[in-house]
């Protein structure tokens, strides 16, 4: 197999007492979207930071081309693109000036792209940096990343302050990437963004990776929620192993709704067949069902910032 574009082993981070990273490990592949999600606080950007070797690990190791992110950062920055989190701008200078700095910072040029991708951002390049709304400090950004020729592109929640159509046209530019055989790696809380565009998801939870896989397979962790109607009565269906929240629907004679472990799904079929179906409706668990068990047990991310 190819060798992974970034190699994330039990990474550990301190801030002082505070434990922010306590065991991060994921891979990415070359030619791979991969979606890193995760409650407020508990480790994305952290994450990030140290991949961008702004931050210094205090265990673990994390490599990006095979190389190590802090002894070598220079070479690899030569290679990836990226968009911070919080986006800071020189304020004095303009929105045009400032990209052109952020290319020439990664020796490349203001090009055909350039232009496309300000008019289709709808970027003023000659307002400065200091009157620009969030949104349009993170289209600077953006249009540096995505004018820039990169292997990998990193990309810390960079639709938070785009309005709905920025955040499609961002989208079609990351599947663009991904059809050009790049790589990327991109934070969201956005779960229909990480849904279109992600080949691999990790669900990081206080510091920690809970869970990587493709959506397929994390599905397979997840409940699918059934509403069926049968001929029969569904008393059986009712004391099944993996059957949750069975609800009788009022009025009506054998049927209700109940929510399935995808694990049981087809023992489940089974026996609903043997009570003759006359309707089944079902509905898939969508990534913020998934999402929602882990967000459940996140309380006390946090808890340290309420000082
Ligand atoms: N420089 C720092 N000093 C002290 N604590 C920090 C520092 N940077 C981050 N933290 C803490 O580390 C934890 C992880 O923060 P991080 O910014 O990585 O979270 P995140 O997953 O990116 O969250 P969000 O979704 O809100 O962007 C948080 O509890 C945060 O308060
Ligand atoms: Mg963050």
Known sequence: MAQSVIHIKQLEKKFGN???LRNISFDVNPGEVFGFIGPNGSGKSTTIRILLGILKANGGSATIFGKDVWQQAVQIHERIAYVPGDVYLWPNLTGGEIIDFLLKLNHQHHSARTDELIKAFELDPRKKARTYSKGNRQKVALIAALSTEAELYIFDEPTSGLDPLMEELFQSHVLELKKQGKSVLLSSHI????????????????GEIVETGTLNEMRQLTRTQITVQTQHSLDPVKILAGIHGFTPIPETLNKATFAVDTSELNHVMVVLAQQGIEALQSMPPTLEDLFMRYYDHAEGDDSHEAK
């Open 18 to 20: 505070f434990q922010a």
């Open 191 to 206: 779960l229909s963004e990480v849904e279109r565009m992600c080949d691999r998801i990790g669900i990081v939870r206080a």
